[in-house]
């Protein structure tokens, strides 16, 4: 007779409701969703993914509100960095940096990269001056952003986890072991994959983000990539101040865009201090 067990997921932000199914031994994930359209487009980006090499859960079924893939043994990152040494957590950086490029050797079938981040961007500053909360020195990172939006032209378009950082990556018995959650997945410069690490990950782990950053490049960053990298950060202060405000996280989100607009120096600088530190 087959024994089922079912264990709820809890942890992430999605509102996914999520389960990993086991039977016999053997496990599953087990995703039950609204969205059925974007989904099934998801489907097809881990079907692709997991077919390149990607070390992601391998997608199994798909149907109305439904899907099934296969899991991935281990810790998610954010809870297993500081059981590593910074030897380790600089490892664990290089390793994931292998998938990451692999995910954006998939190319997107049109590029309205630049086109779509202006006008998102310019969204995104209309609704700031109508918030309360405002960051201090908020002229001078508009004004950083200006001076270099035009970098964007001209780039590459490819497929974006869109959420590459910590506790989407599992680690198992202290090496990294895949990448999960492609549901924000989207198309853009690749660079764009990185702004985690400044947002949320380099007050975690600095050596783990140097790692998946000098793994990824086979060595230190150009300038190029780093004039690139703060003004999509830049950019970024003012999205993380919008959707605190929708998802009453407000307060948080500030607290974030103040210490990563710290590291930049209020954006007078395009190297983070956590970097060259």
Known sequence: MREIKLYDITKGFSKDKKYVAEMNGEKVVVRLFDNQERKEREYAVMEEAYGRGVN??????????KM?????????????????????????GVAASADLRKIHTIEANENTWYEGQVSKYRRYIARYQELPLKIEGDTQIMQFIEERIHLMKGRPSVLQHDDFHLPNLIVNDGHYNGVIDFGRFDYGDPVHDFIKLGMF???????????????????????????????????GVFSAIVWGQLMEDGAN??????????????????????YEE
């Open 253 to 274: 989100l500030l607290q974030h865009a103040k210490r990563f607009t710290a590291d930049h120096d209020g954006f007078t600088r395009v190297v983070p201090r956590w």
């Open 68 to 92: 099934v893939s296969s899991f991935i043994e281990g810790i998610d990152g954010e809870e297993a960095i500081h059981t590593l040494s910074a030897q380790q957590q600089y490892d664990l």
């Open 201 to 235: 990950s380099a007050e975690l782990s600095v050596p783990f983000c140097k790692g998946l950053l000098e793994g990824y490049y086979g060595g230190q960053p150009s300038e190029a990539f780093w004039e690139l990298y703060a003004l999509y950060l830049a950019m």
């Open 56 to 65: 992601c859960a391998n997608p199994i079924t798909i149907e109305t509100g």
